[in-house]
T-cell receptor, first 114, second 112 residues
Framework: DVKVTQSSRYLVKRTGEKVFLECVQDMDHENMFWYRQDPGLGLRLIYFSYDVKMKEKGDIPEGYSVSREKKERFSLILESASTNQTSMYLCASSRADSGIYGYTFGSGTRLTVV | DQQVKQNSPSLSVQEGRISILNCDYTNSMFDYFLWYKKYPAEGPTFLIS?????DKNEDGRFTVFLNKSAKHLSLHIVPSQPGDSAVYFC???????????FGKGTLLTVNP
């Protein structure tokens, strides 16, 4: 059974902390993505990566960075967490031709910044 | 600029009836469209897709219709079941662009 695994289901962090969200996929997918989901705003793309060490900004990259040192792992970093980053974070991966096959999502990390 | 629009935030239907979820798009370059289903506290799961060279794709109780001239697609669920209650996201992509653009989602509630 193919999987995208996010390291934590729930996280509570303090304002100003540096936060790492980890995502691992076992499908040898080329592409990996980080989205956040907020009520009334749907899924918004933060960053994506189409190859190891490659990254591109999505629609809302401010306050975030990413790291992809290995093909299977894509990390999202909140440099200095703020309360407006409280959200559901979703990692996804896909084949290079994902227009046809779409994404496989992880179960999400519910992050609360207090 | 919202390129994929789901104008109905919610929809409520009776079990056994048809559910119709709608999606509009503005980017004429989109050539693949997908529907994802999401339960609370879970990641979205792929449901069904359609290529722009087709106008209909069917998979069991789920059918997606595409009207390219109107830039409109719809997902029909027949018959609706309580387990179909979830948020449904419409998504689109084009060419070799591997990014999916999502709509804001529609919460479907199927009442027993």
């Amino acid at each position: 059974d193919v999987k995208v695994t996010q390291s934590s289901r729930y996280l509570v962090k303090r304002t100003g902390e540096k936060v790492f969200l980890e995502c691992v996929q076992d499908m040898d997918h080329e592409n990996m993505f980080w989205y956040r989901q907020d009520p009334g705003l749907g899924l918004r793309l933060i960053y994506f990566s189409y190859d190891v060490k490659m990254k591109e900004k999505g629609d809302i990259p401010e306050g975030y960075s990413v790291s992809r040192e290995k093909k299977e792992r894509f990390s999202l970093i909140l440099e200095s967490a703020s309360t407006n980053q409280t959200s559901m974070y979703l990692c996804a991966s896909s084949r290079a031709d994902s227009g046809i096959y779409g994404y496989t999502f992880g179960s999400g990390t519910r992050l609360t910044v207090v | 600029d919202q390129q994929v629009k789901q104008n109905s935030p919610s929809l409520s239907v009776q079990e056994g009836r048809i559910s119709i979820l709608n999606c509009d798009y503005t980017n004429s370059m989109f050539d693949y469209f997908l529907w994802y289903k999401k339960y609370p506290a879970e990641g979205p799961t792929f449901l069904i897709s359609i290529s722009s060279i087709k106008d209909k794709n069917e998979d069991g109780r789920f059918t997606v219709f595409l009207n390219k001239s109107a830039k409109h697609l719809s997902l029909h669920i027949v018959p609706s079941q309580p387990g179909d209650s979830a948020v449904y996201f419409c998504a689109a992509s084009w060419g070799s662009n591997y990014k999916l653009t999502f709509g804001k989602g529609t919460l479907l509630t199927v009442n027993p």
